[in-house]
């Protein structure tokens, strides 16, 4: 990982402001932001850990633990809700056997709330391996099951 | 024969990838556009014929052979000539659905670049005059006049100036960013390069928000091929990181800096000291894309189109539990009845329209009764409400608006970037005082009598001591603590009271939208549908 930081500062540079990009292309890289990666990217942008650790606990997106194998990520905005998205979530949380905001037991699959996709006329809707879903039912359902179980 | 088939976002989730593949596999010549933004006929299929283009929606990847002699049932026939666009005016999204989105030879041949070289003609202060002119405000939600915010930019004296495009609103229920960027991202650069040109600045951001990943693949591909043509000026995209907060223009710039996405106060304004310390224009998606527009046509073209103060156009977004939910450009004034029973056909679910949320989370929700509003920022802020980014979200008869407000303050409580206490504490205390109605209001209360006891806060039931020991006996204020109870009363009414209070600090007392805005759908959820708290009905309802 510390080969890769350098590498990255070396082609996009090593200001602050580069702070977000590096942390997306960390988690890309690596599939999550691990504590022991905090020091060399503080080191790298010239930051104190404190500074870099409060940045990665302030965003939603950077994690620092592991995701599933598949991941889930079903919105729970107002115009999901609108079209049924509290059953919607539910349902999932119980055929997926995993609860909103968690990762599965065996690492098959994460469910995580999205706050909005865009997509708002045509909930409920979700992003399964960041592939758009909409109008979500039982049987749209029973295929992402399918899909995380394969 | 050339097939058009929508690459937006949303198409593809209706199944839009697989039907262009079917008719690629078919031998056809498959153009992918953006959306033209009735989500109800999507995936939505054109054939180019000698007369124009033939709609046919939705349409599935068995469907090929039959739009291809044109037998299918789902034909629609000139797709301007439907009543939902017929009745439109396109300024800023005239483009979208119509191009391919990252063809530069289809962009120039649409109008493209004729506003950016209009503009480059004028000297920088003429180019602001064209865009105060035009009375463009800000399509955010505040409705700031675009071009005041310009002026101060340019009169900035600074050795560095930038242009930010503030592509972070995560409005649920709006997506016209979304599809701007997706459909016609020149558009978005050109605004961009007209506005670096006006307040002579050399680099411009867009920030997007992480969950619209086509967005920012399609605007990432478009700066690239665009280079050329805006240089000096230069753009790069920068990705959010699921923080709602970052929508607020201080945090979003923040963010930029490598920062968490903290709230500044201001003053100081961005205008005058924003980016890395500098002047910086900080605009929505729709204000920078409208302006192409206004250079190319000129102010009055645009200004002659919308309502009292609120000129030009809106792309309004019809969301929600609505049968026609899309978006719809239209100028100022259409009511909001009119786009939710005329346009967007009343409820996808067939029950009565029981309320519609105006803006975003944070806009309020209206009853039928408020139909008549004309779409307007004055109006809307008179009744209480706000436009914010025209996103208009339907719900039917069967939601509870108890847990819509409580929605509202738990949606406060995860995205507050904890700056200020009112929309730190004051969201969490919000859903908790929900909480307590939803258990004692009497739908659930026989039920769930049990747990209202359990939140009555019996430990506390004591009040302190009144002072009788000897030490402080002088100077303890024994009226005060008469005055405190000697248990919280966990009474509808009195929740209820203390609710209005909870929103009314933080409605006075936050630093920005987030936690000054969240009243704005409790406080209207109370107001217009009492009875989902347990409150009697207000005295206007009980009159209709």
């Not at chain 2, 033939?54 to 797709?79: C, E, F, K, Q, T």
């Not at chain 2, 859903?431 to 506390?460: G, K, N, T, Y």
Request: some cysteine.
């Amino acid at each position: 990982m510390d080969e890769f930081i350098e590498g990255w500062t070396a082609q996009h540079g090593a200001t602050r402001d580069q702070l977000l990009p590096l942390l997306h292309a960390v988690q890309e890289e690596a599939g999550h932001v691990d504590d022991a990666v905090v020091p060399v990217i503080a080191k790298a942008l010239n930051l104190s850990r404190a500074d870099v650790h409060g940045v990665v606990t302030f965003y939603h997106d950077f994690r620092r633990t592991p995701q599933g194998r598949h991941v889930v990520k079903l919105c729970r905005a107002e115009s999901c809700q609108a079209r049924g998205g509290a059953a919607i979530e539910a349902a999932a949380a119980q055929r997926l056997g995993v609860a909103m905001g968690q990762t599965r037991g065996d690492g098959a699959v994460s469910l995580e709330p999205v706050y909005c996709l865009g997509l708002c006329a045509i909930g409920p809707n979700a992003l399964v391996n960041g592939r758009p879903v909409a109008r979500i039912d039982g049987a749209a359902l029973e295929r992402i099951a399918a899909e995380v179980a394969a | 024969m050339k097939i058009y088939v929508s690459r937006d976002m949303a198409s593809v989730a209706l199944g839009a990838d697989d039907v262009a593949h079917a008719f690629a596999e078919a031998g056809c010549d498959v153009i992918r556009t953006g959306s033209r933004g009735l989500f109800s006929i999507e995936p939505l299929v054109e054939v180019e014929m000698a007369d124009g283009r033939i709609a046919y929606g939705p349409v599935w990847p068995g469907d090929v052979a039959a739009v291809l002699d044109g037998s299918h049932v789902n034909r629609l026939g000139r797709i301007d000539a439907l009543p939902f666009f017929a009745g439109q005016q396109r300024f800023t999204f005239a483009r979208c659905g119509v191009i391919d989105p990252v063809c530069l030879e289809d962009y120039a041949a649409t109008g493209g670049w004729k506003g950016l070289n209009a503009a480059r003609a004028l000297a920088p202060q003429a180019v602001v005059d064209v865009v105060k002119a035009s009375g463009l405000r800000g399509r955010g939600g505040a409705g700031f006049p675009t071009g005041i915010k310009w002026q101060t930019v340019l009169d900035a004296p600074a050795g560095d100036k930038f242009i930010v495009c503030n592509a972070d609103e995560g409005d649920s229920g709006t997506f016209a960013d979304r599809m701007l960027m997706e459909g016609d991202p020149y558009c978005l650069i050109e605004g961009m390069a007209i506005a670096a040109h006006a307040v002579g600045a050399h680099h411009g951001y867009i920030y997007i928000r992480s969950e619209y990943p086509f967005a920012i693949y399609t605007m990432r591909l478009a700066i690239e091929r665009a280079a050329q043509r805006i240089a000096p000026f230069t753009l790069e995209v920068r990705e959010g990181a699921g923080a709602y907060v970052c929508g607020e223009e201080t945090a979003l710039l923040d963010s930029i800096e490598g920062k968490r996405g903290q709230v500044r106060a201001k003053p100081p304004l961005p205008a005058l000291k924003g980016l890395f310390g500098q002047p910086t224009v900080i605009n929505n998606v729709l204000s920078l894309a409208a302006v192409p527009f206004i250079l190319a046509e000129g102010a009055e073209a645009y200004a002659g189109v919308g309502f009292g103060r609120s000129r030009g156009t809106m792309p309004v977004q019809l969301a929600g539990n609505v049968r026609h939910g899309g978006l719809y450009e239209i100028g100022f004034g259409i009511t909001l009845g009119e786009l939710v029973n005329d346009i967007g056909g009343g409820t996808a679910s067939g029950r009565p329209v029981r309320a519609v949320q105006v803006g975003g989370p944070l806009g309020a929700y209206f009853p039928p009764s408020m139909f008549h509003l004309p779409f307007d920022y004055e109006a809307f802020a008179a009744a209480g409400g706000l436009i914010g980014h025209a996103g208009i979200t339907v719900f039917d008869d069967s939601v509870d608006m108890a847990h819509m407000a409580r929605f509202a303050m738990e949606f406060c409580a995860v995205e507050s970037c904890g700056k200020c206490t009112p929309c730190r504490i004051g969201s969490t205390r919000g859903v908790e005082i929900v909480d307590r109605i939803m258990v004692a209001r009497p739908s659930s209360q026989s039920v769930r009598a049990e747990p209202v006891e359990a939140l009555s806060f019996s430990s506390r039931k004591e009040g302190p001591s009144t002072g009788s020991g000897r030490t402080g006996e002088g100077y303890i204020d024994k009226a005060l603590y008469s005055r405190s109870p000697s248990r919280i009363d966990t009474s509808l009414d009195a929740q209820s009271d203390l609710l209005r209070d909870l929103c009314d600090t933080m409605k006075y007392g936050s630093l920005c939208a987030l936690g000054g805005f969240t009243p704005y759908p409790v406080l209207s959820a109370l107001d217009y549908f009492p009875e989902d708290f347990g409150l009697a009905k207000s005295v206007q309802e009980a009159a209709e």
